[in-house]
């Protein structure tokens, strides 16, 4: 009696989700997925990292305008130094000559105060210095006498101050957009090595934990200032 060989249908040899050499539709539908990731994740790597450049950007000019900003305050302090020095000279003048007797040069130094000197000057006068044990030193510690180079030399310590401020607050947008692109770069590995895994429960579950990593990553760029 001729020996009967026993053959298995075809469909039953072949994997379940592959037919005719195709992947089956879920098979499609996780590429698909992993596809879609990878390809949100590379945008949003490209968009954080544009971000970051732009904030590094501002940073380093914010950070620049007070440096500037600061060397002029200190050349009007520097400037309000001088002058006060010359008022004290020209005072000390007129002093030596009033104590002297001497009204022609006394005259001759009042002539020589600054424009802004003589309101402090005459407000130290109204106090009789001469006779009056409580009055003031000199013109130099009247409230009248404030150089005006002073308040400019505030007001750009001031404007320093703020541009500094912003500077550092670009620096941490730059640092948060740079620590966003971790997220995005989790996602891409997840999703890549999706790709190759063949048992499908781990394969669906790397690909939910990659697109969690995009949501997360997307909520916390949302969270961000835009440039």
Same mark, same amino acid.
Request: overall charge neutral; glycine content about 6%.
């Given at each position: 009696?001729?020996?009967?060989? $026993? !053959? ?10 592959? *037919?005719?050499?195709?992947?089956? =539709?879920?098979?499609? @539908? ?66 030596? $000559? !009033? ?10 130094? *009042?002539?020589?105060?600054?424009? =802004?000197?003589?309101? @402090? ?107």
């Amino acid at each position: 009696m001729p020996h009967v060989h $026993a !053959h298995a249908p075809h469909e039953l040899t072949e994997p379940p989700e592959h *037919e005719h050499g195709r992947p089956s =539709r879920s098979e499609r @539908a996780l590429e698909f997925c992993a596809v879609l990731l990878l390809s949100l994740a590379t945008l949003a790597t490209a968009w954080s990292g544009y971000q970051a450049a732009l904030w590094a950007g501002k940073q380093s000019q914010h950070y620049a305008q007070a440096s500037t900003l600061r060397i002029h305050a200190q050349e009007q302090s520097t400037r309000a130094g001088q002058l006060r020095i010359d008022d004290l000279l020209i005072f000390n003048g007129w002093l030596e $000559a !009033h104590n002297a007797g001497n009204h022609q040069l006394e005259a001759i130094y *009042e002539r020589r105060f600054r424009a =802004r000197f003589v309101p @402090a000057f005459r407000a130290w006068l109204a106090e009789r210095p001469f006779t009056n044990r409580r009055a003031r030193p000199s013109p130099l510690y009247m409230p009248q006498y404030h150089p005006v180079e002073l308040s400019r030399a505030d007001a750009l310590d001031e404007r320093a101050d703020v541009r500094y401020e912003e500077g550092t607050a670009a620096k941490e947008n730059d640092d948060k957009y740079i620590l966003s692109t971790v997220f995005f770069a989790a996602v891409l590995f997840f999703s890549g090595i999706s790709l190759r895994l063949d048992w499908r429960p781990l394969r669906i579950a790397v690909l939910a934990f990659g697109g969690t990593m995009l949501l997360s990553g997307f909520v916390f760029v949302l969270t961000l200032p835009g440039e």
